[in-house]
């Protein structure tokens, strides 16, 4: 069983269009994650949620949105699309948030996205 | 504003030769580390890490990693590669103060193994 699941996997759409990426994970995790790997494969935390509530919001614009369902679900939400959207998202989870616990971060296989 | 550097972008080698990849941090606090890799087209995976106790790491498929605090850094090596270690590897770095869980991670050094 894949411990951190994402959807779709690829994804290609017009600027402008409004989409959304899944994620769940099987970890009995507290804390999710998305992460963004650009073109250059550079990775950067974007948001991180603990328990369905938002912890970390990196500078993200506004037309991201994160969803947290519950605390074993993380979704992603894009609004209007632009052409520098274009990278792969990573979901990602870990037992939790706090402080510095030592906790390793697993991730997702990435959902890679393409707006034309 | 803390960073994590890999030196090496790209690096070449055949079968069989030795792997050394660079990782430096800028963070003066404690630490966790990492080395995460990332096969084509394929996500993340936990090579090894460090939290605390023997700087020396080993972690899976014969690579190594060490803590040297004095110099910031947590090298990845492999005494002897295969090709099929072809792949993207991260260094990444939790440091103590303040921290809410975050990785930080380095620009990632491409790795291609010549049968």
């Known amino acids: 069983d894949t411990a951190v699941s994402q959807t779709p996997k690829y994804l290609v759409t017009q600027m402008g269009n409004d989409k959304s990426i899944k994620c769940e994970q099987n970890?009995?995790?507290?804390?999710m994650y998305w992460y963004k790997q650009d073109s250059k494969k550079f990775l950067k935390i974007m948001f991180s949620y603990n328990n369905k509530e938002l912890i970390i919001n990196e500078t993200v614009p506004n037309r991201f949105s994160p969803k947290s369902p519950d605390k074993a679900h993380l979704n992603l939400h894009i609004n209007s699309l632009e052409l520098g959207d274009s990278a792969v998202y990573f979901c990602?989870?870990?037992?939790?948030?706090?402080?510095?616990?030592?906790?390793?971060?697993?991730f997702g296989e990435g959902s890679w996205l393409t707006v034309v | 504003a803390q960073s994590v550097s890999q030196h090496n972008h790209h690096v070449i080698l055949s079968e069989a030769a030795s792997l050394e990849l660079g990782c430096n941090y800028s963070?003066?606090?404690?630490?966790?580390l990492f080395w995460y890799v990332q096969y084509p087209g394929q996500h993340l995976q936990l090579l090894l890490k460090?939290?605390?106790?023997?700087?020396l790491v080993k972690g899976i498929k014969g690579f190594e990693a060490e803590f040297i605090k004095s110099k910031f850094s947590f090298n990845l090596r492999k005494p002897s590669v295969q090709w099929s270690d072809t792949a993207e590897y991260f260094c990444a770095v939790k440091h103590g103060s303040g921290n809410t869980g975050k990785l930080i991670f380095g620009q990632g050094t491409t790795l291609q193994v010549k049968p």
């Open positions: 963070y003066g606090g404690t630490v966790n």
């Open positions: 990602a989870s870990s037992q939790s948030w706090e402080g510095f616990s030592g906790n390793t971060i697993y």
């Open positions: 970890l009995g995790h507290d804390t």
């Open positions: 460090y939290f605390s106790g023997d700087p």
